[in-house]
C-alpha cells in the first residue's frame, strides 16, 4: 500500500514536469512560428515593416529574452498564414507588472489615459517594447541620460503642451542649462537629479497647487534624498518652522534656488549667487504684506542696499557680506535665538568671520541702520542737524546773493540816469 | 610808492599753490564722494563706473585724500611758523566788526544805510569762507579717517559712533559742497563786481584801485607803509 503510494507521487511529479516541459515546448515552438517570418529582415520591405522585425540577439538580451512572444502578446489569435493572421497584438504589461500598472493608473499620465484626449503615454512609450533593459543599463530608455530625452519628446511638444495645458516648453527647457542637467550631460554625473528624481515614474502626480502647504512640505526631504546635510540643516532653521506651523509664505529649497533651472550658486544668473541674494531674500522680506503678517522687521533689504556691504554688492563687489553671510543660509534662526549668528551676543564672532577688530564694540551694535531716534538716534540727529543747517544756509545765500544782484541793477541804472 | 593803476601782491605762490592743490583735490573728493551718495541715481553710477567700479573709486577718493590733508598740513605749519604768513593769518582771524560789517552791508543792500562798510585785507564773506572751509575740512578728514581705517575704528570706536560719523561725512560733504562750489563760485566768478573771474588765484594780483575800493582798511595800511619805505 505504501510502496503503491509512492510510485503514484512519483507518477504524477512526472506528469507535471512533462506538462511543464510540453508548455515550454509549445511556447518556445509558438515564438519559433512567429519569428520564421517576423525575425527575418526581409519583413522590412512591408508597409511599417520596421515595427514588425524582430532582431532575435538583441530581443534575447533584453530583460524579457526569456519570454515567448505569446506570453505578452496573449491575446493573439490562431495563426494560420502568414499574410491573414489575427492582428490583435495587445500587449497587457498588467499581468506582470500589476503593482506598477496600479501605481501608473492613478498617475497624471494613467488619468490623462482615461480621458482619452490625444494619447497619454502607456508602458512602451517610455520603456520601449521589444528590447526593454535593465534601468541601470545607460542604454535603457529610462536610464537618467536617456529619460530626459523620452520625457521631453511630449513635454517639449508644442502640441501636447497645448491640448493639456501644460508647464511652458520654455520651462522645462531650462532644466538643460541647471546644475543637474549640466551635471549629467556635460559631467557624465548619473547621480545627478533627473526628471524621474523630482517627480517620480509611474506615480507622476499633477502639481495642483503649488504654492499649497502640503505641497511645499514634501520638497526639503525630496531635494534632502541628495542633499542630506543641507536639509538637515534647514530643519533647523526659521523657515522650516514656518512651514512646520503651517504657514505656506515661509520658503522651501525651490523658493530661493528655483526649479527646473536651478543654478550653482556661483553662477552670475542664479538667484543664490552672492550679488542677487538680498533681491531674492526680498522678495518675502521687503514685502509689506508679509513683514505686516508675520511680524518680521521690515526695510532690510532698503538699509542694507545703503549700506557699504550694499553698496559694494549693488557693483559686483563679490566680496561683500550678503544676508546669508551673517544670517547663515539654510539654517537660518531669528535674533531672538542665543544660537543666530545675528542674535546681538553672537555679532563679534559673526562680524569678525570678516572684520577680525570686530571685537567686543560689535556686542548689541546696531546693523541695518535706519535713521529712526529708537533705533539709531546718532544718525537721526546728525540727519536732522544737517538738513535744518543746508536748507538755512542755502536760504542765506541766496538771499544775500539776491540783494546784492539787486542793488548792483539799481545803482547801475542810477548811473546810468 | 604805490601809484594808482598798478598792481600789488594779494596773494603769494605758496598760498596760491594751496590753493589750486586744495580746489583739485577737494574738486576730485566731491565728484567721486558724491558719486558714492548717490549710488542709486544714473549720474552715480556712471561716475563710478567711468572711473572703473567701486575699488578705484574709494582708491581715488583717498589718494585725493591724502593730496587734501597734506594741503591742510602744510597750511597750518605755513601759516604758524612762517612770520610773513602767520601776519597774513591774523588778519582773518573773525572779529566782532565783521558782524557789524554784515549786519551793516544787509542795511545798506535794504536801502536802510547809506554808507557801505570799510573792509580790511579780508572781509567777513572771505572770512566766513575760510573758516568754514577749516571747520568742514577737519569734520571731513577726521570722520574720512575713521571710516577709511576702518578696522581700527572698530576697535576703538563703537559702531553706533562709525555709523554717526558715516553720516556725518555725507552730510557736511553736501555743505562743503555747497560754501566751496556754489557760494564761493558765486563770488569769485559770477559776482558782478568780478565777473568773468578773479584772477587773483592765478597771479595774486590786485589792482589798487580795486583795493582802495574793496579793502580801503587794507589800502591805506599798504599806502602808509609804502609812504614810510619810500621815505
Known amino acids: 500500500m505504501n510502496k503503491m503510494n509512492k510510485t503514484r507521487n512519483v507518477e504524477i511529479r512526472l506528469c507535471l514536469l512533462l506538462a511543464v516541459f510540453i508548455v515550454f515546448a509549445l511556447s518556445a515552438s509558438a515564438s519559433d512560428e512567429c519569428l520564421k517570418c517576423h525575425g527575418e529582415k526581409s519583413i522590412m520591405k512591408a508597409s511599417k515593416g520596421e515595427k514588425l522585425y524582430i532582431d532575435v540577439e538583441k530581443y534575447s538580451s533584453a530583460i524579457h529574452g526569456k519570454l515567448g512572444c505569446r506570453d505578452c502578446h496573449s491575446e493573439m489569435g490562431e495563426v494560420k498564414s502568414s499574410l491573414e493572421h489575427d492582428k490583435n497584438t495587445k500587449v497587457s504589461c498588467e499581468n506582470c507588472h500589476d503593482k506598477e500598472f496600479e501605481t501608473y493608473r492613478q498617475s497624471v499620465h494613467g488619468w490623462a489615459r482615461k480621458s482619452k484626449k490625444t494619447s497619454p503615454p502607456y508602458c512602451n512609450d517610455c520603456h520601449g517594447s521589444h528590447y526593454i533593459s535593465c534601468t541601470s543599463e545607460p542604454d535603457c530608455n529610462v536610464s537618467p541620460i536617456n529619460q530626459i530625452k523620452i520625457c521631453t519628446k511630449c513635454h517639449e511638444d508644442e502640441g501636447v503642451v497645448k491640448d493639456y495645458g501644460l508647464p511652458s516648453v520654455e520651462f522645462i527647457r531650462s532644466y538643460e542649462k541647471s546644475v543637474h542637467g549640466k551635471a549629467i550631460e556635460e559631467k557624465g554625473l548619473l547621480v545627478a537629479a533627473v526628471c524621474s528624481d523630482c517627480h517620480g515614474s509611474h506615480g507622476i502626480k499633477a502639481v495642483d497647487n503649488p504654492g499649497s502647504l502640503e505641497f511645499k512640505k514634501d520638497i526639503p526631504a525630496l531635494c534632502g534624498r541628495c542633499h542630506k546635510t543641507v536639509e538637515i540643516e534647514y530643519m533647523t532653521g526659521i523657515h522650516w518652522k514656518g512651514i512646520e506651523s503651517g504657514k505656506k509664505e515661509s520658503p522651501v529649497c525651490t523658493d530661493c534656488h528655483g526649479e527646473h533651472r536651478i543654478l550653482s550658486p556661483q553662477d552670475k544668473n542664479s538667484s543664490v549667487y552672492t550679488v542677487n541674494v538680498p533681491v531674492t531674500c526680498s522678495k518675502c522680506h521687503e514685502d509689506v504684506k508679509l513683514t505686516e503678517v508675520f511680524g518680521m522687521s521690515s526695510n532690510r533689504y532698503k538699509t542694507y542696499m545703503e549700506s557699504f556691504h550694499g553698496v559694494l554688492l549693488e557693483y559686483g563687489e563679490a566680496k561683500a557680506a550678503n544676508c546669508g553671510s551673517c544670517h547663515g543660509v539654510h539654517k537660518i534662526l531669528p535674533p531672538s535665538d542665543p544660537a543666530s549668528s545675528v542674535n546681538p551676543e553672537n555679532l563679534p564672532v559673526t562680524c569678525g568671520k570678516c572684520h577680525p577688530q570686530a571685537g567686543v564694540k560689535f556686542k548689541n551694535a546696531k546693523i541695518h541702520i535706519e535713521a529712526k531716534k529708537e533705533s539709531s538716534a546718532g544718525k537721526y540727529y546728525v540727519r536732522k542737524f544737517y538738513i535744518w543747517f543746508i536748507g538755512i544756509l542755502i536760504v542765506i545765500f541766496a538771499s544775500y546773493v539776491l540783494l546784492e544782484i539787486f542793488n548792483y541793477r539799481s545803482k547801475k541804472k542810477k548811473g546810468e540816469s | ?231
Not at chain 2, 573773525?94 to 560789517?101: M, Q
Not at chain 2, 572781509?123 to 576702518?150: P, R
Not at chain 2, 573771474?197 to 589792482?207: A, K, N, P, S, T
Request: glycine content about 6%; hydrophobic content about 50%.
Open chain 2, 1 to 231: 610808492m604805490v601809484k594808482e593803476g598798478e598792481k600789488v601782491l594779494r596773494v603769494n605762490l605758496i598760498f596760491r599753490i594751496q590753493h589750486i592743490s586744495l580746489m583739485v583735490s577737494a574738486l576730485v573728493l566731491a565728484v567721486t564722494g558724491y558719486a558714492l551718495l548717490m549710488h542709486k541715481s544714473e549720474a552715480g553710477k556712471f561716475i563710478i563706473n567711468f572711473l572703473g567700479g567701486y575699488e578705484s573709486r574709494a582708491l581715488i577718493h583717498r589718494i585725493s585724500a591724502i593730496v587734501l590733508i597734506a594741503v591742510c598740513i602744510w597750511h597750518y605749519l605755513y601759516v604758524l611758523f612762517s612770520k610773513k604768513a602767520h601776519d597774513e593769518f591774523l588778519k582773518i582771524i573773525p572779529s566782532i566788526s565783521d558782524v557789524k560789517d554784515f549786519f551793516t552791508t544787509i542795511a545798506y543792500y535794504l536801502g536802510g544805510k547809506k554808507s557801505f562798510p570799510n573792509f580790511d585785507k579780508f572781509n567777513f564773506i572771505q572770512k566766513f569762507q575760510y573758516w568754514g572751509v577749516a571747520v568742514g575740512m577737519t569734520a571731513m578728514i577726521m570722520s574720512g579717517l575713521v571710516l577709511w581705517f576702518k578696522d581700527i575704528s572698530m576697535a576703538v570706536i563703537p559702531k553706533w559712533a562709525i555709523d554717526t560719523l558715516m553720516a556725518l561725512h555725507g552730510y557736511e560733504g553736501v555743505v562743503t559742497f555747497l560754501v566751496l562750489f556754489i557760494w564761493h563760485q558765486y563770488n569769485v566768478h559770477l559776482n558782478p563786481s568780478v565777473f568773468p573771474m578773479d584772477r587773483v588765484w592765478l597771479d595774486g594780483m590786485i589792482d589798487v584801485e580795486r583795493l582802495r575800493k574793496e579793502h580801503p582798511l587794507e589800502y591805506d595800511r599798504l599806502m602808509s607803509e609804502s609812504a614810510k619805505g619810500g621815505r
